[in-house]
């Protein structure tokens, strides 16, 4: 770690030293797939900090899923904190699960393009690059999630295929596009960048040009009923901290303009 995140640690050593809650308490923290690689870089600094303890809940930010987060909340599961899409936690907002007052935002998500490991690396560096592959390959899977759902009913809009591309592309549920990518059942696979790094078996293209990029702003908050908010404020000042932005951006995210 760098001088200033041991500086913010230290600090917030102290703060958890000096809360009401004298034991460590195990906090539930929800989070979306776009965020979960920087989260899990950054839980150990807070673990070891805090003297908590984290359990962590995957599920996307919206969607028919029944992991999706605010199907787990609307059937009365437990979390400390979400992390998720910020228009998603907005809407939480407003049906009055998540306290307004503790939302704060993370990081900015960039939609990413993988093929499978060992296949030729097409070029999508100019919509008219990013057209062409897409009209050449076979099949095409994107997520349940925000990016996918920008694919579906957007980004091909906006290329003028949509009808060509309907047919050949499908939404995966639950998993990672990038393992059915990595298997083989599709050829070209679009998710959020930090949500394709991790997965092996493919091989990274790169984010989608810029003029028809589709930017996701990841928040988080505290739901009403939080067992432990103190400590759940603690962690969100954690992972919204500049200190932390380093971390951030290794996992393919891009720090919030300040």
């Known amino acids: 770690m760098k001088p200033m995140l041991n500086c913010f640690s230290a600090l917030l050593l102290a703060a958890c030293a000096l809360s009401t809650a004298a034991q460590a308490e195990e906090l ?16 150990p600094q807070y673990i070891k900090d805090s003297g908590n303890t984290l359990n962590t809940v995957l599920g996307p930010s919206m969607g028919k899923a029944q992991e999706a987060i605010p199907n787990r909340l ?10 998720m899409v910020g228009y998603a936690l907005d809407d939480l907002i407003k049906q009055g699960k998540v306290d307004p007052a503790s939302r704060v935002e993370l990081a900015d998500s960039r939609i990413g393009m993988a093929v499978k490991a060992g296949a030729s ?3 999508i560096a100019t ?6 592959t ?12 925000a990016s996918g759902v920008y694919i579906e009913n957007e980004l091909y809009k906006k290329l003028g295929i949509e009808q060509q591309l309907a047919p050949k592309s499908k939404m995966i549920e639950r998993i990672p596009v ?4 990595a298997n083989g059942d599709y050829e070209v696979g679009f998710q959020q960048v930090a949500e394709l790094l991790p997965v092996n078996g493919i091989t990274y293209v790169g984010k989608i040009p810029e003029s028809v990029q589709s930017v996701t702003r990841f928040a988080a908050g505290i739901p009403k009923n939080a067992e432990h908010p103190a400590e759940a404020k603690q962690l969100l000042q954690f992972l919204s901290s500049q200190e932390a932005q380093d971390t951030v951006r290794k996992t393919g995210l891009d720090s919030v303009p300040r």
């Open 74 to 83: 609307a059937r009365g599961e437990h979390a400390d904190v979400v992390i």
């Open 121 to 123: 690396k097409p070029s």
């Open 127 to 132: 919509e008219a690059d990013l057209k062409k």
């Open 178 to 181: 990038g393992s059915v990518v």
């Open 134 to 145: 897409l009209l050449a390959a076979k099949s095409v899977a994107y997520s349940d999630s």
């Open 28 to 43: 539930t923290v929800m989070t979306s797939g776009g965020f979960t690689a920087a989260f899990k870089a950054l839980s």
